[in-house]
C-alpha cells in the first residue's frame, strides 16, 4: 500500500492530526441502527480541515456515511480541493475502508488524493483516491460527447 506514494507523503504532524479528528469526530456519529460509527476528517489543499461522522435515519437508505458528511461540509463552505481524509471506525483488526458510494463521491473532486483508512490504535494504510476507485467515471467523461 501507499505509505510511501508522493500523493500521501503528508507531513506526520498532519496525519496525526487528521486522524485524531476522525476519532474525535466519531464520537458525535448517530448510529442507533448499526451501532457502527464512523469518523472522517477531511484535509483541503490550503489547510482546513473539516469532521464528519455518519448520521443514520429511521427511514434506512437515508443514512450517511462520515466521507460524505465531511465532504458535503467542505463542499457547502466552499471548498472543494483535498489533499486527504482519514477514516475513524471501532473495528480492531481492519482498517476501515469506504464504501463505493463513498469513493464514487470522492472522485468527484480528484483521483490524485490520500485516505487514510485507520484502526483505532493510530495504525493506517493509505491509498490514493485512483486507486481505490480505478477506471472510474467522473465529470471530465460527461464532456466527452460531441
Ligand atoms: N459507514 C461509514 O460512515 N463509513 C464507512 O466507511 C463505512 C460505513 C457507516 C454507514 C452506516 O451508518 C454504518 O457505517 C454501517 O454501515
Same mark, same amino acid.
Given at each position: 500500500?501507499?505509505?510511501? /506514494?508522493?500523493? $500521501? %507523503?503528508?507531513?506526520?504532524? /498532519?496525519?496525526?492530526? #487528521?486522524? @485524531?479528528?476522525?476519532?474525535? &469526530?466519531?464520537?458525535?456519529?448517530? $448510529?442507533?441502527?448499526?451501532?457502527?460509527?464512523?469518523?472522517?476528517? #477531511? #484535509? !483541503? =489543499?490550503?489547510?482546513?480541515?473539516?469532521?464528519?461522522?455518519?448520521?443514520?435515519? &429511521?427511514?434506512?437508505? #437515508?443514512?450517511?456515511?462520515?466521507?460524505?458528511?465531511?465532504?458535503?461540509?467542505?463542499?457547502?463552505?466552499?471548498?472543494? *480541493?483535498? =489533499?486527504?481524509?482519514?477514516?475513524?471506525?471501532?473495528?480492531? *483488526? *481492519?482498517?476501515?475502508?469506504? $464504501?463505493?458510494? $463513498? =469513493?464514487?463521491?470522492?472522485?468527484?473532486?480528484?483521483?490524485?488524493? %490520500?485516505?487514510?483508512? !485507520?484502526?483505532? *490504535?493510530? !495504525?493506517?494504510?493509505?491509498?490514493?483516491?485512483?486507486?481505490?476507485?480505478? &477506471?472510474?467515471?467522473?465529470?471530465?467523461? @460527461?464532456?466527452? !460527447?460531441?
Amino acid at each position: 500500500m501507499a505509505q510511501n /506514494h508522493p500523493v $500521501c %507523503a503528508l507531513d506526520p504532524k /498532519h496525519v496525526q492530526r #487528521l486522524l @485524531l479528528l476522525s476519532q474525535e &469526530a466519531k464520537k458525535s456519529a448517530y $448510529c442507533p441502527y448499526s451501532h457502527f460509527p464512523v469518523g472522517a476528517a #477531511l #484535509l !483541503t =489543499r490550503d489547510g482546513k480541515i473539516f469532521s464528519g461522522c455518519n448520521v443514520e435515519n &429511521a427511514a434506512y437508505p #437515508l443514512g450517511i456515511c462520515a466521507e460524505r458528511t465531511a465532504i458535503q461540509k467542505a463542499i457547502s463552505e466552499g471548498y472543494k *480541493d483535498f =489533499r486527504a481524509i482519514a477514516i475513524a471506525s471501532d473495528l480492531q *483488526d *481492519d482498517f476501515i475502508s469506504p $464504501c463505493g458510494a $463513498c =469513493r464514487q463521491v470522492m472522485r468527484e473532486f480528484g483521483t490524485n488524493w %490520500a485516505v487514510y483508512m !485507520t484502526k483505532p *490504535d493510530g !495504525t493506517y494504510v493509505v491509498m490514493t483516491v485512483q486507486e481505490l476507485l480505478p &477506471a472510474s467515471f467522473g465529470p471530465e467523461d @460527461l464532456q466527452k !460527447t460531441q
